[in-house]
């Protein structure tokens, strides 16, 4: 059997063997490390690195204090702890909030938890209010807490574990009605999640056909495998409109060529800042480039983005060892555009919703479900390489939204606000969401890539934990497999279904 020969980008990744190679540098004004040589085998490593905040976020709380009431307080506390001045300083709140120099005088909310202990039993002293500031930073999907945490992992590069037990819901709308299957019971090892063992999470994407044709000669004919590897199934996406700058341009193309994985760009921009390299995917259509434009990228991409199948043909003849991948909205009208686009021989997909994960009426969760259905219904699932993105904004989103059908994720908005972005309103899509950059990023890329690669490693992180509990060994095994997650719905409906009232 005659395989076609392999692409040039093809099976490049570092973690594949021995005969794995760099990629290419990103551009020539942003020298990143060069990669092992080829022989050199290296398991697939993030390198995180503490990277501390550029701006503090605002304490959640505020801690509002009647001084006159405190002094009452205060004065009859010494009375009955007299000597005790441990207790006496700890008083009303065992956190510290009024624990510094001057006591209460002067309450440290950044410590404060938000118990409300103090407030219930001294109200007369003590009120704890939200701070509205702190509520800026976020919008009503991607809400401060999880700001807090994106922030949290950017720096340190590792999922927090926070003590006490969750305190959260155990359900709730979107990917919060999605429970994973962890059972001990199907856990053989842990070995993959430390290091002893590889889970990996390498993604093909691309064309597989179901079979190879060869003609008379005995060489290929029809469609061959055409698939590029990436070593997370995480790319990531064009920024907002907003925060498109040529620091931040600078930044994604980096962090792509260090993770292994690919940054989409629009094509527009890649020329105006001398960016190219085979970690870049150019995006083509209306007030994003020109596919003529591609001819002037001082390296072929391996992929472009294209966002009208009408431009497919134009894209090939600029760039033909391109894999050509179709960025479709959940807009009415996504199933028909979907199977005419791979019967157009499109075999990348890019699926977006918005940033809070609407279209087409429904959540991204549900139409991703449907997308992959859709495709195993008519027979092309395996042919096609589903990437979605818009609402995935947590680590553990991005095994859900795996489970639920997709080859690979694009992220957006986490992406800024690790790089602590501060949303000016409601982000709700790539052209309508503000931000306010950090102090001092421009020109400093390389505490952005820090801070995206350390996110990055905190959800692999978090992927690697959800496929070693389940006993998967590389996550190209979980993409659809809706049988490892439970539905809060079902389960709901399962339970209480025949109780009177269920459902009202
Ligand atoms: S709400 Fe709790 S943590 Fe905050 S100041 Fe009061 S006692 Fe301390």
Known sequence: MTLAPPRPDVGRARTTGPDSEPLAEPNASAPRPPAPPPEHYQRYHIDTRHMPDRADLPTRFRVEVNRFELAKLLFKEIREYWGDWDVVLSRPCVYGVFSGPVGGFA???????????????????????????WQAWGDEYLKPA????????????????????????????????????????????????HGRETISTVVDLGAKPMYLRFDAAGMPAGETPAVSQVQLPMVLDMPPVHAMTPTIAAIWAATAHDLQTLALLPLRVMREEGLSGSQLVPVVGPGLGDPAGLAELARAPRMVEITDAALADEVRAAAPAA??????????????????????GLRVIHLTADYHGRGDGAFIRDLVIEAHTLLVEQGLRDQVTLIGGGGVVMAEHVPKAIICGLDAVSLDTPLLLALQFQPDGSMESRETARFVAPPGLEGDTDWGVQRLKNLCCAWRDQLLEILGAMGIREVRRLRGELGRAMFQEDLQREAFGGIDGFGD
């Open 107 to 133: 309450p440290r909310p950044h410590l404060c938890v938000g118990c409300l202990r103090c407030t219930i039993q001294h109200p007369e002293a003590v009120t704890i209010r939200r701070n509205p500031q």
């Open 323 to 344: 894999q050509v991948a179709l960025r479709l909205p959940f807009a009415p009208g996504w199933r028909d555009a979907l199977l005419g686009a791979i019967a157009q």
């Open 146 to 193: 999880m700001v807090e945490t994106l922030q949290q992992e950017a720096a340190l590069g590792a999922v927090p574990v926070k003590g006490q037990g969750y305190r959260g819901r155990m359900g709730g709308p979107g990917w919060d009605g999605i429970w994973t299957d962890m059972s001990e019971i199907v856990r053989p090892t842990r070995d993959g999640i």
